[in-house]
């Protein structure tokens, strides 16, 4: 690629030394964060990093290189410029390992425009928002790009018996499994950054040169080798790790459902390229806003791919392939999860994915398929920093109001405690959650402009750790799952109600909504189990009340019956509205039978609001783990409630059968 149109586009007089070319990877990653590297604001998990004593959490999360940096090298890390700027030093260092792999001339300005696709896409947004995985991460990167400058050095030599021995084969192999397992230790994903940079050094080897296909399909092996070794051994260490500590496996394992692939192939491959489409295709609910010019670009790098190997005599069904290996190789993860869409945080091998297509349009010999990438890699470059300067915008509004609440709770608890001690630490309980809003686009998923007290709909143990992040010390987390709480919380008014901040038996409460999180959900429940409410509206009463949308309803001796359908929703109202209005803690039960796994919602409405949404629901397992199909639905309003619920039994398309709905006041106001 060196030689494609160099003149042209030449920056420097001379190739430049790389410690020269380093440091003007480093101005241009600096200038496009400068804004998160002269600030310091928390993001979510930020706070709970600040105050970790220990770094077993990592082992926890399958990431054994994460725990081995935070137990020996950065302890702190949660920190003001430092994980951003190492960040982008192993970023800038693994990008000239890749470019030296790509044969890109370092006087070339294409080289350093494209560098912007590689560490400064949209996706990346959302790892750089968790100040605590960066230096690891930055290091996974560094060891992907390691390993690929080898594969493409040593690759084409390694599968040729004339030029290399055995030994030599096996030690570059070896070498590149290691630094990819390292990678793999540091955030599992990163491992679909190396499958995509090991399919471009292919894909570009294939355009440059005729490659039959048996060392198409040997230089693909080899990558599924490596990667196949660097994953066993990243398990290996980590395997190691948890049984020395005795932590189990967590989170990570919540994502795979790998069953489901096997059960629905067909609607797993859909919603997977749902997923590609939603980021190739640029999305508002990737992106924050519609961006047109990602797909441009990418159809631009694939004209440069055709024009590349069509000019060259090559085989273009074979290179097409490959190139389209290379796009869908960052969503194979998609296809262990059950086709669900990945976190964006997740998706490391979308930009570079993106970049190899793009270098092909971006040298290509044709000038009108060059000059059309390299505007369209600008224009891209610019809406990622608008699209930056709007994330970091809400990000920075949301904290300095977080950080006032948090102030506001501490004076007040320290005025309700008598005789307060700062030496002491008092347990203190925090229920529910202020809405927040912003006015900025966040894309699905995103923790940027999220409030640390909404978070997991408000919980205790987050709300400690920012107090103390921001040097409010002086009180520990009460235990959430203790039902005496949730009914001295229940008879508090919410927040900003001079009394929504109390010291009761050594405990301060503080309750700044009126929607529990889970642990608090399961607490209301045991609570109020003995506690006696006649019913006050029942299904088998009231089948006229019901309106059921997307699906049809038969009668049958157990309750109804509903057919499959898309979102199926059962609304109602209960005709007694003074008693909706005059409760406070309200009891929805009955049972739900489906035949898989699969969710139950109820949707409700506090006093003097409309709408049904996500703010206002519980949620219940139902299906074969289920077994008698019964749930109680615990939901609080302190004003009372709108005479209108709608309960979906299922959110998948299955057919269900409802029972015994009925509705109740366990708390009067």
Same mark, same amino acid.
């Given at each position: 690629?060196?030689?494609?149109? !160099?003149?042209?586009?030449?920056?420097?007089?001379?190739?430049?030394?790389?410690?020269?070319?380093?440091?003007?990877?480093?101005?241009?990653?600096?200038?496009?964060?400068?804004?998160?590297?002269?600030?310091?604001?928390?993001?979510?998990?930020?706070?709970?990093?600040?105050?970790?004593?220990?770094?077993?959490?990592?082992?926890?999360?399958?990431? =054994?290189?994460?725990?081995?940096?935070?137990?020996?090298?950065?302890?702190?890390?949660?920190?003001?410029?430092?994980?951003?700027?190492?960040?982008?030093?192993?970023?800038?260092?693994?990008?000239?390992?890749?470019? %030296?792999?790509?044969?890109?001339?370092?006087?070339?300005? /294409?080289?350093?425009?494209?560098?912007?696709?590689?560490?400064?896409?949209?996706?990346?947004?959302?790892?750089?928002?968790?100040?605590?995985?960066?230096?690891?991460?930055?290091?996974?990167?560094?060891?992907?790009?390691?390993?690929?400058?080898?594969?493409?050095?040593?690759?084409?030599?390694?599968?040729?018996?004339?030029?290399?021995?055995?030994?030599?084969?096996?030690?570059?192999?070896? &070498?590149? %499994?290691?630094?990819?397992?390292?990678? $793999?230790?540091?955030?599992?994903?990163?491992?679909?950054?190396?499958?995509?940079?090991?399919?471009?050094?292919?894909?570009?080897?294939?355009?440059?040169? !005729?490659?039959? =296909?048996?060392? =198409?399909?040997?230089?693909?092996?080899?990558?599924?080798?490596? &990667?196949?070794?660097?994953?066993?051994?990243?398990?290996?260490?980590?395997?190691?790790?948890?049984?020395?500590?005795?932590?189990?496996?967590?989170?990570?394992? !919540?994502?795979?459902?790998?069953?489901?692939?096997?059960?629905?192939?067909?609607?797993?491959?859909?919603?997977?390229?749902?997923?590609?489409?939603?980021?190739?295709?640029?999305?508002?609910?990737?992106?924050?806003?519609?961006?047109?010019?990602?797909?441009?670009? $990418?159809?631009?790098?694939?004209?440069?791919?055709?024009?590349?190997?069509?000019?060259?005599?090559?085989?273009?069904?074979?290179?097409?392939?490959?190139?389209?290996?290379?796009?869908?190789?960052?969503?194979?993860?998609?296809?262990?999860?059950?086709?669900?869409?990945?976190?964006?945080?997740?998706?490391?091998?979308?930009?570079?994915?993106?970049?190899?297509?793009?270098?092909?349009?971006?040298?290509?010999?044709?000038?009108?398929?060059?000059?059309?990438?390299?505007?369209?890699?600008?224009?891209?470059?610019?809406?990622?920093?608008?699209?930056?300067?709007?994330?970091?915008?809400?990000?920075?509004?949301?904290?300095?109001?977080?950080?006032?609440?948090?102030?506001?709770?501490?004076?007040?608890?320290?005025?309700? $405690?008598?005789?307060?001690?700062?030496? /002491?630490?008092?347990?203190?309980?925090?229920?529910?959650?202020?809405?927040? %809003?912003?006015?900025?686009?966040?894309?699905?998923?995103?923790?940027?402009?999220?409030?640390?007290?909404?978070?997991?709909?408000?919980?205790?143990?987050?709300?400690?750790?920012?107090?103390?992040?921001?040097?409010?010390?002086?009180?520990?987390?009460?235990?959430?799952?203790?039902?005496?709480?949730?009914?001295?919380?229940?008879?508090?008014?919410? =927040?900003?109600?001079?009394?929504?901040?109390?010291?009761?038996?050594? $405990?301060?409460?503080?309750?700044?909504?009126?929607?529990?999180?889970?642990?608090?959900?399961?607490?209301?429940?045991?609570?109020?189990?003995?506690?006696?409410?006649?019913?006050?509206?029942?299904?088998?009463?009231?089948?006229?009340?019901?309106?059921?949308? !997307?699906?049809?309803?038969?009668?049958?001796?157990?309750?109804?019956?509903?057919?499959?359908?898309?979102?199926?929703?059962?609304?109602?109202?209960?005709?007694?509205?003074?008693?909706?209005?005059?409760?406070?803690? &309200?009891?929805?039960?009955?049972?739900?039978?489906?035949?898989?796994?699969?969710?139950?919602?109820?949707?409700?409405?506090?006093?003097?609001?409309?709408?049904?949404?996500?703010?206002?629901?519980?949620?219940?397992?139902?299906?074969?783990?289920?077994?008698?199909?019964?749930?109680?639905?615990?939901?609080?309003?302190?004003?009372?409630?709108?005479?209108?619920?709608?309960?979906?039994?299922?959110?998948?398309?299955?057919?269900?059968?409802?029972?015994?709905?009925?509705?109740?006041?366990?708390?009067?106001?």
């Amino acid at each position: 690629m060196r030689t494609v149109g !160099n003149a042209e586009y030449r920056i420097l007089g001379a190739e430049p030394h790389p410690i020269l070319a380093l440091l003007l990877l480093l101005v241009i990653f600096t200038l496009f964060y400068f804004s998160a590297l002269s600030g310091f604001a928390l993001s979510i998990d930020d706070e709970i990093g600040a105050v970790r004593t220990s770094p077993d959490v990592w082992a926890r999360h399958g990431r =054994w290189l994460m725990y081995l940096i935070e137990l020996r090298v950065i302890p702190q890390p949660t920190l003001a410029f430092f994980p951003l700027f190492v960040f982008g030093l192993c970023c800038s260092i693994g990008y000239l390992l890749l470019a %030296s792999a790509h044969g890109m001339g370092l006087a070339d300005g /294409r080289t350093y425009l494209l560098f912007l696709i590689f560490s400064a896409f949209p996706t990346l947004f959302h790892i750089i928002n968790f100040a605590g995985n960066l230096v690891g991460l930055g290091v996974g990167i560094l060891a992907c790009c390691m390993a690929i400058h080898l594969f493409a050095r040593d690759g084409s030599r390694a599968m040729d018996e004339r030029h290399t021995g055995h030994k030599a084969r096996l030690a570059s192999f070896a &070498l590149q %499994s290691v630094l990819v397992a390292i990678a $793999i230790g540091a955030y599992q994903s990163v491992v679909l950054f190396a499958l995509a940079g090991y399919l471009g050094i292919t894909l570009h080897q294939m355009v440059v040169r !005729n490659m039959p =296909w048996r060392d =198409w399909l040997a230089r693909n092996a080899w990558t599924a080798a490596v &990667l196949a070794v660097a994953a066993a051994l990243s398990e290996a260490a980590g395997f190691s790790l948890r049984r020395m500590l005795g932590a189990p496996l967590t989170y990570v394992s !919540n994502f795979f459902r790998p069953g489901l692939l096997l059960e629905d192939p067909a609607n797993v491959v859909l919603r997977t390229l749902g997923s590609i489409g939603e980021l190739y295709g640029g999305e508002a609910s990737a992106y924050g806003y519609v961006f047109l010019t990602i797909p441009a670009l $990418i159809l631009a790098g694939l004209a440069g791919l055709a024009i590349g190997t069509t000019s060259q005599g090559r085989r273009l069904p074979l290179t097409v392939l490959q190139g389209g290996a290379v796009l869908a190789a960052p969503f194979l993860l998609n296809l262990a999860t059950g086709g669900s869409p990945l976190p964006l945080r997740s998706m490391l091998g979308v930009p570079i994915a993106i970049w190899s297509i793009v270098l092909l349009g971006a040298f290509s010999p044709r000038k009108p398929i060059r000059v059309a990438t390299l505007a369209l890699s600008a224009v891209v470059a610019i809406q990622s920093l608008y699209s930056f300067s709007a994330l970091q915008s809400a990000r920075q509004l949301q904290f300095d109001r977080d950080r006032q609440l948090a102030a506001d709770i501490y004076f007040r608890a320290v005025e309700k $405690i008598p005789d307060f001690d700062p030496s /002491r630490r008092y347990p203190i309980a925090v229920f529910g959650y202020p809405p927040s %809003s912003t006015v900025y686009p966040i894309p699905r998923g995103s923790t940027f402009g999220a409030s640390f007290f909404e978070w997991d709909r408000g919980r205790t143990t987050r709300s400690v750790a920012l107090l103390q992040a921001l040097g409010y010390s002086g009180f520990s987390a009460a235990d959430e799952s203790d039902p005496a709480l949730v009914l001295d919380m229940l008879a508090m008014p919410a =927040w900003p109600s001079p009394e929504s901040v109390r010291f009761t038996r050594g $405990i301060v409460l503080v309750k700044l909504g009126d929607t529990p999180n889970k642990i608090y959900q399961a607490s209301m429940v045991r609570a109020i189990a003995d506690v006696q409410a006649d019913p006050f509206w029942r299904m088998d009463q009231s089948l006229a009340d019901l309106e059921v949308s !997307n699906a049809f309803m038969t009668r049958d001796a157990t309750g109804i019956a509903l057919s499959a359908g898309r979102d199926v929703q059962i609304a109602f109202g209960t005709g007694v509205g003074e008693q909706l209005r005059s409760c406070q803690v &309200l009891r929805v039960s009955g049972a739900v039978h489906a035949e898989q796994s699969d969710v139950a919602e109820l949707f409700y409405l506090p006093l003097g609001t409309t709408g049904f949404s996500g703010l206002h629901r519980a949620r219940a397992a139902v299906g074969p783990e289920n077994a008698t199909g019964r749930f109680d639905f615990v939901i609080t309003s302190a004003q009372g409630f709108e005479d209108r619920l709608r309960f979906d039994p299922v959110k998948g398309e299955q057919a269900s059968r409802v029972s015994d709905l009925a509705v109740s006041c366990v708390v009067p106001k």
